[in-house]
């Protein structure tokens, strides 16, 4: 047995089963040992422009409970982790788990966070700078926190328990009120060197596009986002009026449109593909990942643009290249976030990076 588990068993975090009837083999017995995901918990607390999340996840990355709610916005950072610590209280009791069951709490954070995974920098959608939201959390709880950037989490989440089990590299593309990447490299999270996710929001995919608010021209997330597409219905008589900021019904209005072979929505539908593999064929160009992941808005969309991705990509790809691109819908759906969240908390306070590495 190894010093690590040693010190996971005396934790309580795992236990020892009876060995295997080896019969007449000779040699030391194994000892074999297995998580016990009822007694800790990890808590998961996922931020994005509006929403929140929050969830109890056991050892095995299992949901035993979790709550999403909307808030309008501007919102004042006390006023949403105040919020998020009520939500996460109400899921405990429910779920009938204590604060001494939990070893740590994740937090998946919408922007750009510090090296020391403790402060939010930076929240471009929430108007947000320099939260430090480790504190806060530690303070309300009592319990250790630690802060990621939200995409890079649910790209963890899917690297470690979805789509992407036992893979090396991963891109994890996330569309809601902007664009997102979570790259893992080497079976490790890519960090970046200011902090940051990949900006593929920023990526050009229209020369002659519309002004981004970050100062270029034709961004990614100037022709496709949870704003871009349901002000596109309108001008396509596909919706009556814009969504409310809560009304999540829109994506699935538009998959059923093109399932209805309207021809607007078809329309619409080509041009989502067409921006959509321009970026893709970037991130397979540069770094040639063994799955693309497609969450948020992508994942909503993916019964009417997934085959189109799959079908048009890879005639665009060097001929070696084209046989291994595979592109998946996020297996967590809308609780990547929360499972992301989790699976950094798990990482950092449960296994350990070096733990990791000899499961993987
Ligand atoms: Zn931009």
Known sequence: MTNVAAELLEAGLITEVAPENRGTQLGRPTTRLQLTPAEHFVLAVQIGAGVLQ????????????????????PATPEAVMGLAVVMLRRVMGSAGVGMHQVVGLGVGAAGLVDQEQRINLNSQNLGWADVAMADYFERELGVDVLVDHNVRAMAAGEAQYGVGRGLESLVFVYVRTGIGAGLILGGREYRGGT???AEIGHMRVEPQGRECNCGGIGCFETVLSDRVIPARMVEEGLLVKLPEPNDRTWPAALVAAVQRDEPRAIALRDEIVQYTASSLLNIINLLNP???VLGGLLHDLAPIILDDLRSSIPPQVLPRLRDSIRIEPASF???AGMIGAATVALDRFVFGEHVLQTTR
Not at 55 to 69: A, I
């Open 54 to 73: 929050v969830g109890v996840v056991d050892l095995t990355s299992h949901v035993v409970g979790s709550e999403l709610t909307d808030f309008a916005l």
């Open 195 to 197: 902090h940051g996710a």
């Open 290 to 292: 063994q799955v693309i």
């Open 333 to 335: 759906g809308t609780e």
